[in-house]
């Protein structure tokens, strides 16, 4: 039974992967220490194996995704579980404390809770079903790469690297009787505006501001409803700016007496209509168009702006009736808990993957206040993720 979990071993792992430093991209340590503690728990080396989607990522990104292959005790359908190893860099140098049912960083940093607390679930299910000897389907753990800076390790996953399963469990969130069934899509695009220098004391006219490019741009989008919630004809979605400097990441003017003759702006639409991502990444192109044809030097003469876009991921939704939803609900009533169907407005790795075409659906291990100095792990949502993981992977004996 999924009580039997072995608990204290379980938030061992956790602490001890909480410990190790993985920001997105640099996941080799921990990804060693996944491997490592597989080991510890029966996994055979043989069932270890890295992909090699780290080298179909622009990025730079020092290991592929971890893929664990675990035959199954009977025949059926391959099941998989999957998790990101990665985090923010906000969690750079985090020290795990735990104090009481929580576990806290002990320093100003974030915690890595977001997704320690999944590498634990999925290590601590290899464990459980090879320590009691339990019963179960063939079953494939995919721990990915570079989820938080694109869903990247999943994106570039080869789904014949994971046998062909049927469905897929991902852990990534607070409450493990949340079940995400949905998510939204997105883009990420950016803008690069082509100014003209000049003196903004002596002959300010001689310039062409990319900083009023910018901000005639934004002005227009705000006026027309397409910066921050958008409701258009019964369409929703958001967008944002998230950053503007230079191709460096420094300040996009140097001087406050030269005319800003370069900016890079870099900025996102989301939506659960996959047409409207586009639409909303439309408005801001035909924005940036617009304002840069508004500002001219003394001759007549515009600047030039540069408007690029790529899918980040495409939005899912999974009926409430299909056999994967109904199979978490009822492993999450045999836990004693009602299970709470949800969709989300931020991107998963579930994305990707049912892009890939395996239906997959989102849990909870007890994360909180992620991607801030204030997150904190929830121990009693961490075992209850762990007892669902087991749940879920010993209850398709036909």
Request: aromatic share 6%.
């Amino acid at each position: 039974m999924p009580s039997d979990v072995q608990i204290e071993p379980a938030i061992d792992r956790l602490m001890r992967f909480l410990s190790v430093e993985g920001i997105t991209g640099q996941e080799a340590a921990i990804a060693k220490e996944i491997q490592k503690a597989l080991g510890e728990v029966g996994v055979p080396a043989s069932a270890i194996r890295f992909d090699t989607a780290n080298e179909r990522i622009a990025l730079p990104t020092q290991t592929g995704n971890l893929i664990v292959n675990l035959p199954g005790t009977f025949s059926a359908p391959r099941i998989l579980f999957m998790t990101h190893m990665d985090t923010v860099p906000l969690c750079a140098g985090a020290e795990p404390v735990r104090k009481g049912n929580r576990i806290v960083p002990a320093g100003v940093t974030a915690l890595g809770g977001d997704n320690r607390t999944g590498c634990a679930v999925l290590v601590t299910l290899a464990a459980e079903l090879i320590r009691r000897k339990l019963p179960h389907p063939p079953i494939t753990l995919l721990f990915t790469v570079r989820e938080e800076s694109g869903l990247f390790g999943a994106r570039n996953v080869d789904p014949k690297d994971l046998h062909e399963p049927v469905m897929a469990f991902n852990f990534d969130g607070r409450s493990a009787a949340d079940v995400t069934i949905g998510a939204v899509g997105a883009d990420r695009w950016e803008v690069e505006i082509f100014g003209k220098a000049a003196h903004a004391g002596v002959h300010p006219e001689m310039g062409i501001s990319a900083t009023m490019i910018l901000s005639l741009a934004m002005a227009d989008l705000f006026k027309n409803g397409w910066f921050g919630k958008i409701v258009k004809e019964g369409h929703e979605g958001t967008s944002n700016i998230g950053s503007v400097g230079d191709k460096h990441g420094r300040s996009a003017g140097e001087a406050t007496n030269v005319v800003t003759d370069y900016i890079l702006i870099r900025g996102e639409s989301r939506s659960h209509d996959a047409k409207f991502v586009r639409s909303i990444t439309a408005a801001y192109k035909a924005a940036f168009s617009l304002a840069v044809k508004e500002v001219r030097d003394h001759k007549g003469r515009t600047g030039k702006v540069k408007f690029t876009s790529r899918l980040d991921y495409l939005p899912f939704r999974i009926k409430e009736n299909a056999p994967i939803v109904k199979h978490a609900m009822s492993a999450i009533r045999k836990l004693g808990r009602e299970p709470n169907l949800k969709v989300t407005n931020g991107g998963l790795d579930a994305n990707w993957m049912v892009k890939h075409g395996i239906p997959t659906i989102t849990f909870g291990a007890g994360q909180n206040e992620i991607h801030t100095v204030n997150e904190w792990v929830d121990l009693s949502e961490f075992e209850s993720g762990c007892r669902l993981a087991v749940a879920l992977a010993t209850a398709t004996k036909s």
